[in-house]
């Protein structure tokens, strides 16, 4: 057995922590993402500081804020020259340090079948990605199926994005992400260590499970939604505009009790069937005498509001759309811990070098998991705003000109924009915040350096002629 640990990435996409069982929910089960953390640490507070999926899986890719790497939207993606400027993912570094790489379902990448330092992948970008021919459309062509929107299954419309998926249980898209993943634990041979990432598209919507998994939950159990406040309503144009485009075909601008309930219920009931698919993959793990020396990750992209503030999906800086479940279980020494000291999805690529015995990157802008800060400030970006979080405020400034402040202490689900009443820690969060911002600009922009410009009298930077490197290298960083 290699001395050096596996490391299962287990990574569902916009799962906020609160529906699962061992973050305090009761109204579901999840015993399989519970005993993981009954085994391993479970964070408390853990933050997407780019609640939007691209910016979030660009930064876990490199380490980086997204105003360092520049993806602070869907619809952008890694420069195809960031080698040259020394920057590369953790798949790439683990591949270098002998690990296996493998990348199984949904990613996120442009193009999509970029392997982005994957030495294998299995691809699924399901759910909105329908018109993508990837090994999912593949696989459901082979049985005479096709990939569907939600606006072709029965109810997205009536409910607001709580749909049936009609497909087979092994052609639903989280089952058979879990299902290629399991192959291909059961393939490798050897004693070569692996890291493999698996992306399972749900329960991002539509939320859309099978029919005959409804009753599994009950609709009355679920917690009701946070209110909406003044704040929150100044976002709601900006939402309302972004569903009603093609990708979702939704119309957002009213949305009663009862459609929050039964997307609240959709959603909870596929939480619990990607329990079944943590399961397997915990399982084949153990069947196949590899979980003794594997470190699992369980993760999220986001989190989604699931109608509080009225608000649905994920994209703004409040509580329901930046947490994310941040479980780590190491099997070689399985003992259960909460840590309290917040992380930051950032973390991950610093703790996947470490764990593989890899050098420290410099590109990384998070903190290793195992050096936890009680008192951390976290900054979050995206192309609509920024943020910065302590572990007991929040201060929050958008495009649209919206400014607040929230004690998260006092008044946990953000329902009092308090940033006239404390001016001192308005300046103080402010003054961080723009320290975060001007070292990931800096970051971001630094292939633009031109060093030669300090070069002595005799450097060819004086003749004409001179040809400027670019990106600057990484030595001039």
């Not at 749900?202 to 939604?225: F, I, K, N, Q, T």
């Amino acid at each position: 057995m290699s001395a050096r640990p596996n490391i299962l990435f287990l990574l569902p996409d916009q799962l906020r922590p609160d529906f699962l069982g061992c973050y305090g929910a009761e109204f579901l089960r999840t015993p399989a993402i519970d005993a993981l953390a009954a085994q391993g640490t479970r964070w408390q507070t853990a933050i997407s500081p780019s609640p939007i999926c691209v910016p979030a899986r660009a930064s876990m890719l490199t380490g980086q804020h997204a105003h360092a790497t520049g993806i602070m939207h869907n619809l952008c993606w890694l420069r195809p020259d960031r080698h040259k400027m020394g920057l590369r993912t953790w798949p790439e570094i683990l591949a270098t340090e002998g690990y296996r790489t493998s990348a199984i379902g949904k990613m996120h990448f442009y193009p999509w079948d970029r392997s982005e330092g994957f030495q294998h992948r299995v691809i699924a970008e399901d759910k909105r990605h329908i018109h993508v021919r990837d090994d999912y459309h593949h696989a459901l062509a082979a049985e005479g199926f096709t990939k569907l929107h939600g606006k072709e299954m029965a109810g997205y419309h009536e409910t607001k994005g709580a749909c049936i998926n009609p497909l087979p249980d092994h052609l639903q898209p989280d089952r058979w992400v879990a299902q290629r993943a399991a192959d291909h634990l059961r393939s490798l041979r050897g004693d070569q260590p692996f890291a493999m990432m698996v992306g399972f598209p749900g329960p991002h919507c539509p939320y859309d499970p099978p029919a005959e998994a409804l009753d599994r939950v009950d609709p009355s159990a679920l917690p009701d939604p946070l209110p909406r406040t003044a704040e929150s309503e100044t976002h709601m144009d900006a939402h309302v505009a972004a569903y009603k485009r093609d990708w979702a075909g939704l119309d957002y601008s009213r949305l009663s009790a009862a459609q929050v309930r039964a997307i609240r219920h959709h959603y909870a009931v596929s939480v619990e069937r990607l329990d079944e698919d943590v399961a397997l993959l915990v399982e084949t793990l153990r069947q196949t005498g590899r979980l003794e020396n594997t470190i699992i990750v369980f993760a999220s992209d986001h989190g989604d509001y699931l109608g509080d503030f009225g608000l649905m999906g994920k994209g703004f800086f409040h509580e329901p759309s930046i947490r994310v479940p941040l479980i780590v279980a190491d099997f070689r020494a399985p003992a259960a811990r909460v840590e309290t000291a917040p992380a930051s999805l950032l973390d991950l690529f610093p703790s996947f070098l470490h764990w593989a015995g890899a050098a420290p990157a410099p590109q990384a802008q998070g903190l290793r998991l195992s050096e936890p800060d009680s008192d951390r400030a976290i900054a979050g970006a995206t192309s609509g705003g920024f943020m910065l979080r302590t572990p007991r405020w929040k201060l929050v400034r958008y495009g649209n000109g919206t400014q607040a402040l929230f004690d998260l202490e006092a008044d946990p689900g953000e329902q009092e924009n308090v940033i006239d009443a404390h001016p001192a820690t308005r300046a103080e969060l402010d003054a961080a915040l723009t320290r975060s911002l001007l070292q990931g600009f800096a970051t971001g922009h630094a292939d633009k350096a031109v060093a030669a410009a300090k070069s002595p009298p005799e450097g060819p930077f004086h003749d004409p002629f001179w040809q400027r490197p670019y990106p600057a290298p990484p030595a001039t960083q």
